[in-house]
C-alpha cells in the first residue's frame, strides 16, 4: 500500500478544496445555456451576442405557437419558436447579474428584468413594472453553457473561417432529461446560434 507523508496529503487536501471553490463561482456565473421554464411550456436559450445576454425560445411544448398579444400588428404571426423572450442584458458591474428587458408572450408586454444564475443548475428571473409590482420565477437548466457565438467574433472583425471549430455553438435545444421528442428535434434544428436570428442580429451588431 503506498503511504503519504502527513504534510504532502494535507497539501493535497487543501489543493483540491481551493480548485473546487475556485471553479464553483466560474461555474455559477454562466447564464449561458438551455433552460425550462417554471411552467415546463418551453426552454429558452440564453447566449452572449456581442457582449450582451438574450434569451430565445428554444423549443416549445405545444409547436406551432403564435406571438398572438404583441401589441404591434405586425408581429402577431409570428412564431414563437425562435422568439426573443430576455433582451439585451447587460452585467451588471460587481455582480453575477445581467439586467435588460424580458419579454412576456402571455401579456405581449416588456418588463424590467434580471437574470442570477443559482449555482450551475438555476436561473432566476426577476421583472417589475415601472419599477414595482415585481416578481419572478426560477429556471431549470437542460443543456450546458454555450462556447462564444460565432457572430461575436465576426462583430469584432474576426474571419469566420479563422474560428477553431470547438468555438461554433453547441445546438443544444434537444437535450432534456427525457426522451427527444420530434418537437425538440426540429427545434435544435431551427434555432441554432441564436446571436444570428434576424430580431436579436439587428440589436446586437
Request: hydrophobic share 35%; glycine share 12%; no cysteine.
Given at each position: 500500500m503506498l503511504h503519504c507523508p502527513r504534510n504532502i496529503t494535507t497539501r493535497l487536501v487543501y489543493s483540491g478544496l481551493f480548485l473546487a471553490t475556485g471553479l464553483a463561482p466560474a461555474l455559477a456565473a454562466?447564464?449561458?445555456?438551455?433552460?425550462?421554464?417554471?411552467?415546463?411550456?418551453a426552454n429558452i436559450r440564453v447566449a452572449e451576442c456581442n457582449g450582451d445576454m438574450w434569451g430565445?425560445?428554444?423549443w416549445e411544448k405545444t409547436p406551432g405557437?403564435?406571438?398572438?398579444?404583441?401589441?404591434?400588428?405586425?408581429?402577431?404571426s409570428r412564431?414563437?419558436?425562435g422568439m426573443p423572450i430576455l433582451i439585451d442584458m447587460k452585467k451588471k458591474p460587481g455582480a453575477d447579474q445581467w439586467e435588460g428587458q424580458v419579454y412576456n408572450a402571455k401579456d405581449g408586454q416588456s418588463y424590467s428584468s434580471t437574470i442570477k444564475p443559482v449555482g450551475s443548475d438555476q436561473l432566476e428571473i426577476q421583472g417589475c413594472v415601472l419599477g414595482f409590482l415585481c416578481g419572478g420565477e426560477t429556471w431549470t437548466r437542460?443543456?450546458?453553457p454555450i462556447p462564444s457565438s460565432t457572430?461575436?467574433?465576426m462583430a469584432k472583425g474576426t474571419t469566420p473561417g479563422a474560428l477553431p471549430k470547438a468555438a461554433a455553438p453547441k445546438t443544444t435545444g434537444s437535450v432534456t432529461s427525457g426522451a427527444k421528442t420530434a418537437g425538440q428535434k426540429q427545434a435544435a434544428d431551427s434555432v441554432g446560434d441564436i446571436c444570428l436570428l434576424p430580431d436579436i442580429a439587428r440589436f446586437a451588431h
Open positions: 454562466d447564464p449561458t445555456g438551455d433552460w425550462k421554464v417554471a411552467d415546463g411550456v430565445v425560445v428554444a405557437g403564435r406571438d398572438t398579444n404583441n401589441p404591434d400588428a405586425s408581429k402577431r412564431p414563437t419558436l437542460v443543456a450546458g457572430a461575436n467574433s
